[in-house]
């Protein structure tokens, strides 16, 4: 079983960062992952990181602007978010398990409550 509570969202500007964290317990998982959902949109894959090979992979509209890491202790999951656009307004969620397609919410098992990012023009 792993348990997971995100953290750090809020209101920002355009331009500007915010980084969300994951607190992760439990260790049965190969992947994780942080999806967003927009009001009227579907769940999407924004990065992922495979513990196994080290990996991370990123949407195409946040490459270069967002960045996925992982603590040594494995205790938590963090996104780090720069050059916001308000397009990147949505419920931000930490997710985990054994994902063969990173940006396929049905392949994770375990997933956060969300925290909201809201970024102004």
């Known amino acids: 079983q792993v348990q997971l509570v995100e953290s750090g969202g809020g209101p920002v500007q355009a331009g500007g960062s915010l980084r969300l964290s994951c607190a992760i317990s439990?260790?049965?998982?190969?992947?994780l992952a942080w999806f967003r959902q927009a009001p009227g949109k579907g769940r999407e894959g924004v990065a992922s990181?495979?513990?196994?090979?080290?990996?991370?992979y990123y949407a195409d509209s946040v490459k270069g602007r967002f960045t996925i890491s992982r603590d040594n202790a494995k205790t938590w999951v963090y996104l780090q978010m720069n050059g916001l656009k308000p397009e990147d307004t949505a419920t931000y969620y930490c997710?985990?398990?054994?994902?063969?397609?990173?940006?396929?919410?049905?392949?994770?098992?375990?997933w956060g409550r969300g925290t909201q990012v809201t970024v102004s023009s």
């Open positions: 997710a985990a398990g054994y994902a063969r397609d990173w940006t396929r919410p049905d392949d994770y098992m375990y």
């Open positions: 439990g260790d049965t998982y190969t992947s």
């Open positions: 990181f495979y513990t196994g090979s080290g990996n991370s």
